[in-house]
Structure formats: C-alpha cells, structure tokens
C-alpha cells in the first residue's frame, strides 16, 4: 500500500446528476478525511471519520452530500442534484490517530459540474 | 477557531538563492502547525510539521520551518532554491483538542533558472 488512492481521477457531470467518489486510506491508518478545494484557495475540511464513525461534519457539508465508511475501510462521498458550485477538487486524507498529526493525501478527484 | 494566513501569492527566487515562504497563525491554545506542497493537479504532499520541541523543524527535500510563537509564524525556508521546487504551497494549522486541519490559501513559489 503506497498510498491513499481516489477514483475517479476527473468527473465532468451534468447540473442536477448525481455523483459519487470512493476514497481508499492507508490500510492501517483509522482516520479519514474529506476535504474541497477550489481554484485559488487552500482545502477546506468537510468531514471526518474514525474507523466507521463519522466524527465532525463542516457546515460546508450541505444536505445533498453524504459521506460513508461502512466498514472502517474505504469511504464514499455523495453528491446529490449536484450544482455548477459543487466544481472543486475533492480530496481524501487519511491518517494514523493518535501516532500521527498529520495527513496523507490522495491526488484528488476534480469534479466539473456542466 | 483556527485561521491561518499566506500574506503573499506570489513569491519568485532565482535558483541558488535562499526562499521564504511566509506563514502566520491564530488558535486558541498550542498549535500543531504543517506545510504542504502541491505539484499541478495531484494531492497535498507533505514537508514538515511542529508538534512541540525544537522550534526549527527540518523536512522533507531541504525544507526547514521555524515555529515563532511571539509572532504566531511558521515562515517555510530552504537556503538554496531549486527549480524543481516551483509548485504551490500551503499552510495549515490544527488545535490540539480539534480534528479540523485549516489551510491557508497557498502561495506560489516560481523559481527561475
């Protein structure tokens, strides 16, 4: 394991679709992050899971997303009736808690809502 | 709540020459402080963190931050700049009693040949 892997690596949807992305961690590290970065802005924290507990949901985080890890492993991120603002670069993150502070990144999904 | 501030954009160096990066913090409490770089379209790639201790950190590819909590800074250095290290640059902070990492908006370091 080399590393925390998205997929898919670019989704271009239409206004109104749904979408889903699947983050896979460091396969021993308990904690997941999701994070939204747009164009000229540093990440901004969505939401976190420890093991298959969501722990902390940002007010970013609107009814149309949703999150899961059901099995402490993997995790999915839903959008819903998705909207041309929802284009961001979503990141994953995990990491080991408490031995470690901070965060390993996946390369990103860049969603393109058209 | 945490905040974290990149004052500068834009930073441009000549390779060879030392860099800056400059970054300052607000938390309630001790900070746990991160800098990040980004290459175009991929993930944040970890350099170097301060937990506690020493307050120069060393990191990853000649990195050194040095944590100045009078000045609430974490300004990122390297005494000799690369070409290859133009990417963009973010800084984060966390409390150590939250799980919300902030980042700052990032800086742009192009280093020019």
């Known amino acids: 394991d080399t590393g925390v892997s998205q997929d898919p690596r670019h989704k271009i949807t239409k206004r109104g679709q749904n979408v889903t992305f699947r983050c896979d961690p460091i396969s021993e590290h308990n904690r997941l992050y999701w994070y939204r970065q747009t164009l000229g802005q540093g990440p901004e924290f969505l939401t976190y899971?420890?093991?298959?507990?969501?722990?902390?949901k940002s007010r970013l985080l609107s009814d149309r997303f949703s999150a899961e890890r059901p099995k402490g492993s993997f995790s999915t991120l839903e959008i819903q009736r998705t909207e041309q603002g929802d284009s961001a670069m979503y990141l994953c993150a995990s990491s080991l808690f408490p031995e470690n502070y901070g965060y390993t990144f996946g390369s990103g999904t860049r969603l393109t809502v058209v | 709540a945490q905040s974290v501030a990149q004052p500068e954009d834009q930073v441009n160096v000549a390779e060879g020459n030392p860099l800056t990066v400059k970054c300052t913090y607000s938390?309630?409490?001790?900070?746990?402080l991160f800098w990040y770089v980004q290459y175009p379209n991929r993930g944040l790639q970890f350099l170097l963190k301060?937990?506690?201790?020493?307050?120069l950190v060393k990191g990853s590819y000649g990195f050194e931050a040095e944590f100045n909590k009078s000045q609430t800074s974490f300004h990122l250095k390297k005494p000799s700049a690369l070409v290859s290290d133009s990417a963009l640059y973010f800084c984060a902070v966390r409390e150590r009693n939250n799980n919300d990492m902030r980042f700052g908006a990032g800086t742009r370091l192009t280093v020019k040949p």
């Open positions: 301060y937990i506690t201790g020493d307050n």
């Open positions: 938390v309630s409490g001790n900070p746990y």
């Open positions: 899971f420890q093991n298959e507990a969501q722990l902390e």
